[in-house]
């Protein structure tokens, strides 16, 4: 927990936080490697092999979980965008829930704003190539993590 005269901050937010700055960290880092067009990745994979077993594991479930929700997110503001305007939805309907309510408010122009946004960070439109060096990678840190211990 960090504290201070007013204000607490819990230590799940203080990993959260953590977790956003290696993110952003580790994209720098791939943008970077291949901005030079070196596809080993080296910058990325120093970076990772200062991880823990238990840090990458969470990083990868992390990124499935944010991929799960960029999903259905996407499900949501296509059918929103595929609704009539006098349409009625059902309470029991995910678009009437609060998470997305806001949609229903949104012009056409920004719901196809928030699709592009959201298809930027949706994984499942990597091309073969790009999920194979992912796999690679995550195996060569495996590797090397093995190689030297350090699954603390």
């Given at each position: 927990m960090i504290a201070g005269p007013s204000?607490?901050?819990?230590?799940?937010?203080?990993?959260?936080?953590?977790?956003?700055?290696?993110?952003?960290?580790?994209?720098r880092l791939l943008e970077a490697d291949e901005e030079c067009g070196d596809r080993s990745y080296p910058a990325a994979?120093?970076?990772?092999?200062?991880?823990?077993t238990n840090q990458l594991t969470r990083y990868v479930e992390a990124r499935k979980n944010g991929a799960e929700?960029?999903?259905l997110d996407l499900q949501q503001i296509t059918r929103m965008l595929a609704m009539r305007d006098d349409e009625v939805l059902p309470e029991t309907d995910a678009l009437a829930t609060p998470k997305f309510a806001f949609l229903k408010n949104m012009?056409?122009?920004?719901?196809?704003?928030?699709?592009?946004?959201?298809?930027?960070?949706?994984?499942?439109?990597f091309t073969r190539e790009?999920?194979?060096?992912?796999?690679?990678?995550?195996?060569?840190?495996a590797a090397t993590q093995a190689g030297t211990g350090n699954g603390r």
């Open positions: 204000i607490f901050v819990c230590d799940e937010c203080v990993v959260l936080c953590n977790d956003i700055l290696d993110d952003n960290e580790f994209s994979l120093a970076y990772l092999r200062g991880k823990s929700r960029c999903r012009t056409k122009e920004g719901l196809l704003a928030l699709q592009r946004f959201r298809l930027r960070f949706d994984p499942s439109l790009q999920l194979t060096e992912i796999e690679r990678v995550l195996r060569m840190v």
